[in-house]
């Protein structure tokens, strides 16, 4: 699904609006989240995946972590929106050249 909008040169431009979106987000924010809780200083996020425990992370490493996620989100969808807007500055150029130019002869008697 995902790969059909970004095949689309407007899904390209929103969906790279709304990563860069979120990126940013994720980014400035200023309290690292755990499972959608807020981590106080000192606590510890446990992750897990089928009830097995995966790794864990202090407040500090999991705020640093969710920061470096919104830079490359950022930059992720700042790249797709730029190229969207590109296919489709290149797509109306295209066109208007193409209505510009007059039609030649297909056969000549």
Known sequence: ???NIAKNKFGMLVLG???AGVGVYLFTQDKATCGGQVMEAGDVCVRS???IE???STTE???RNQKY????????G???AIAGLVRIIVG???KDEDAAQPNAPVASA
């Not at 919104?70 to 992720?76: C, I, W």
């Open 61 to 63: 490493e999991t705020l």
């Open 17 to 19: 609006l709304i990563l």
């Open 69 to 76: 996620g919104g830079y490359a989100l950022t930059g992720v």
């Open 92 to 94: 109306a150029r295209g």
């Open 54 to 56: 995966t790794g864990e």
């Open 1 to 3: 699904m995902i790969w």
């Open 49 to 51: 995946k089928a009830g």
């Open 78 to 80: 700042g790249v797709l």
